[in-house]
């Protein structure tokens, strides 16, 4: 288990403290499960319904993320590399950036014709399991896979072999039983040691087995709500591997910038109004945002920028120099 995978599982638990511990341990500290049953039995079965859809709607959102991990996406890799189309990439830059075992994890800069024609350079990263035959050295081409399932595009080397580690695996499925088990025996133990003869009337919305999932719910939304706000104030595309395989290149024009007011880690958010022509002569104006280092912001200027833009959403660009997977 490597550095990354320790990370992950250690800000897991610190949020697992946050969304489960925390309001669990306020619930029987607080006096809270000493309060009386209340005395309407349709408020008691609404909770009961806003429990069991809360638990549904958890657990159906870790399985999905629990099923991608372990199955969905080894599968998806292999079919990649083993039917995707093959695009030749030439390697112009390999940075070593540290090693996994007998693994070497390398940033590479790859360049090739994209399925549109363009010539693109785009950063990539991958472990070597076999670094002593320098596969990876500047100036050598490797051999990519590329495939399409509707809008999402998957690239990978077509030598990758795909490995699940054991120790991630293993502590995932214990989260997962541990739902269940929350899901299924806390709210029989609760039923047990509150209801005092008054059925579910013990249950209120502070009741850990109520606000549990709906905190860790709400959580979920909030990230991606939030991640999804950072990435588009960033400038990055909805779909960068889109952008890389079928995007055009081409001069456009800025024609003025400013900043929006907007600031993500003390950073600002410029707003760049260009001009440029399509391949088929046709004039665009459009508007692109971006996140711009303090330190770059008297960068900036007028004039003349390499970009990229997709035929059939041609306000949809990014800077030539920013392409990214």
Known sequence: MNKADLGKIFWLLYTLGFTIALPTFLYYTTGSADEPPQESATVAFFYLGLGILSWLIAIGMYSRFFIKLVFTDKYRLEKTAREGTT???????????GAIRDAVTLDLRLAFRNLAGTEVEVPYELNDGRPFEKRY????????????NGRDITFVPKTLQVSRNKGIVLFYSLIFLILLMAAIVY???????E??????????LSHPWISVPLINIGIV??????????????????????????????TGIIQNYEQTGMYINEQPQVQFEIEYTDHQGVMHATVYKKIVSLLDVHKLDKGPKEIMFLPDEPENIVFYEELTL
């Open 195 to 204: 209801s005092e003869g008054a059925g579910w009337r013990f249950l209120r």
């Open 221 to 250: 939304l909030f990230l991606r709500v939030l991640l999804g706000f950072i990435s588009k104030a960033s400038g990055d595309t909805a779909q960068p591997l889109r952008m890389v395989m079928y995007g055009l290149k081409t």
């Open 137 to 148: 050295e500047v100036g050598n081409t490797i051999a990519m896979s590329v495939s399409f």
């Open 87 to 97: 695009i030749v990439a030439k390697i112009v830059r390999k940075v070593k950036r």
């Open 187 to 193: 709210p029989v133990f609760s039923y047990a040691q």
